[in-house]
């Protein structure tokens, strides 16, 4: 993706500002990604961060000085310069200490006084041990800098530094450029196009699975985060098919083309014929496991039979994404997975749907108690097939649907043919 996005248009002008963290080691496949893409780059460090990469590092990948101070020798005043002319600032690791100087707006090095100078827009990427992160001030300051329109791009969990294991983990390099690209691009020319060319399907709502003709055993899901889904992919350009089990039509973006599948079985069968024509699957529909094991021809009646009650046999719904991510490998498939209980548990059932299911990524939502099914925001964790967090992200179900489709689109193979 890094090598052609730069075609045809002039360099733009990324600062990328480094903190002080062990995850400054990431950081030079994010200068690389601009400054293949065609970009001019300035690297911003903190004194600190020196003590992780040094500035000939930093020079020597970006090709232009990397200061540190307002008054480095050769800058004078070229923050201003600098601040005024950005497309985009990237602060990545942002530590701590880095996010309460910015939301302080204090500007005692070269990077804070580039940022209170610049009106350009700003990612921060935390990165920082568990506790800092979810310290109030740390979270205040967080939640300070995003209402002014700040970028956050959140830490995932994982192995920290310290040997202990929590969120706090800095996206790897991908996510990173990833979001900026998006950012970037909302700024310019509108989103970008890399699907050009590219066939995707979604699986979107619930399924409804018959009993009688006027009863049937569903779910709550409304389609709205599968449309939001079919929305970003139709923005990059991508052609898109929706399965949707009874999704209102009203929520289905335009130029999207519609295959009514309303129980499971139907849903199963039509992408399992339309997979091969595709080369991205998106399984967000909330598919029933099971079915009963008879649909009556006629609606059940209250009768002496079922006076005291009535038992439902129910048989078991194929997995349509295991089944689909099996029989076609060449297929990039993403599921979701709805979980409930505590974080931890969360993580964990999402992890095996990971490693069970076959699909590329999983992104893992907590749903019920007013979360999830039917709401205008959703929280993401996406791991990939091994269970590792490669994101984590929240915000409007359309955002959350873009950073996923941002993460997907760097892994298409068939990208721009
Ligand atoms: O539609 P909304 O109201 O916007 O709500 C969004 C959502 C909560 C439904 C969505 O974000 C979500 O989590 N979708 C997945 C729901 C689900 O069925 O999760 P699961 O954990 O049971 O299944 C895991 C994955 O396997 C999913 O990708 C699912 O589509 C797929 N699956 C499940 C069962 C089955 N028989 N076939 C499948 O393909």
């Not at 911003?44 to 020597?60: D, H, I």
């Not at 949707?244 to 992408?271: K, W």
């Not at 021809?297 to 295991?322: F, Y």
């Not at 059932?349 to 490693?355: H, P």
Request: net charge negative; glycine share 10%.
């Amino acid at each position: 993706m890094s090598t052609n996005l730069g075609a045809g248009r002039p360099p733009r002008r990324i600062i990328v500002g480094v903190g002080a963290g062990i995850a400054v080691y990431k950081v030079p496949a994010v200068v690389r990604h601009f400054v293949k893409a065609g970009d001019s780059v300035r690297v911003m460090p903190t004194e600190a961060s020196l003590n992780f990469v040094g500035k000939a590092t930093w020079q020597a990948l970006s090709g232009a000085p990397a200061h540190t101070g307002v008054f480095d020798e050769e800058a004078g005043v070229d923050h201003v310069e600098a601040a005024r002319g950005a497309d985009l600032i990237v602060i990545a690791p942002a530590t701590a200490d880095l996010i309460a100087r910015i939301h302080a707006g204090l500007a005692g090095d070269l990077l804070t006084t580039t940022v209170l100078a610049s009106t350009a827009p700003v990612l921060l990427v935390p990165a920082m041990h568990t506790a800092m992160w979810n310290n109030p001030a740390t979270k205040h300051n967080v939640e300070q800098l995003r209402a002014r329109g700040i970028h956050i791009l959140e830490p995932v969990s994982g192995d920290l530094s310290s040997g202990d294991k929590g969120a706090g983990r800095m996206p790897e390099p991908e996510a990173i450029w990833q979001r900026a690209e998006e950012i970037l691009a909302a700024g310019q020319n509108g989103p970008v196009r890399d699907l050009e060319g590219v066939k995707a399907f979604v699986t979107a709502g619930g399924t409804r699975e018959p009993i009688d003709p006027v009863r049937f055993v569903g779910n709550h899901s409304s389609g709205r985060q599968g449309a939001a889904i079919a929305q970003a992919l139709v923005e990059r350009g991508a052609e898109v098919t929706l399965f949707s089990a009874n999704v209102d039509d009203r929520l289905i973006p335009a130029g999207v083309r519609v295959v009514e599948t309303p129980s499971a079985l139907q849903m199963h069968q039509a992408v399992l014929e339309a997979a091969p024509e595709h080369d991205m699957g998106f399984f967000v529909a909330a598919v029933a496991d099971f079915r009963p094991a008879k649909t009556a021809t006629k609606k059940v009646k209250k009768s002496a039979a079922n006076e005291d009650g009535w038992s439902l046999e129910m048989v078991r719904n194929p997995d349509i994404l295991a089944e689909t991510a099996k029989a076609f490998p060449g297929l990039l498939c993403v599921g979701f997975a709805a979980e409930t209980g505590s974080d931890e548990e969360i993580l964990e059932f999402g992890r095996a749907k990971a490693r069970s299911k076959g699909a590329k990524y999983i992104a893992i939502n907590r749903v019920g108690g007013g979360l999830g099914f039917g709401t205008l925001d959703n929280q993401v964790v996406v791991v990939d097939g091994e269970g590792n967090e490669v994101l984590s992200t929240s915000g409007s179900k359309l955002e959350v649907a873009r950073a996923i489709v941002a993460l997907a689109s760097g892994h298409s193979e068939t990208q721009n043919r």
